[in-house]
């Protein structure tokens, strides 16, 4: 299992469940500003993973594909199952925000005063 799957998936349900409001606000004192950020790092977690899928399967990757090939391919079915078990990466996003481990500025913060 890669790096970035252990990090990810580490004590993360698969499962959607409510989430309160009111904490998802308080981080940022605005809903639509927290769902932002939230919205944000998983796009960012999205192509991550999506990337690492890729590069994976690419290993398996040929030019003529025979009826054998396709039928032996157990590995490359296998790495896809296993990426398609992982939380969805808003989840994953959402889990990070509450538990503080994501670094958000405003866009008017200046940053050399």
Do not use: W
């Amino acid at each position: 299992m890669s790096k970035l799957r252990r990090q990810l998936s580490a004590g993360i349900s698969n499962s959607i469940e409510t989430r309160d409001v009111n904490a998802i606000r308080e981080k940022t004192g605005n809903i639509y500003e927290s769902i932002t950020i939230i919205a944000k790092r998983a796009n960012q977690v999205n192509i991550a993973i999506k990337e690492e899928l890729h590069s994976k399967l690419e290993e398996f990757a040929s030019h003529t594909d025979t009826l054998e090939e396709i039928h032996e391919n157990k590995e490359q079915i296998e790495i896809s199952r296993a990426y398609e078990r992982m939380p969805n990466p808003a989840l994953l996003a959402t889990h990070e925000f509450l538990e503080d481990k994501l670094y958000f500025r405003k866009a008017e913060d200046e940053l050399f005063r």
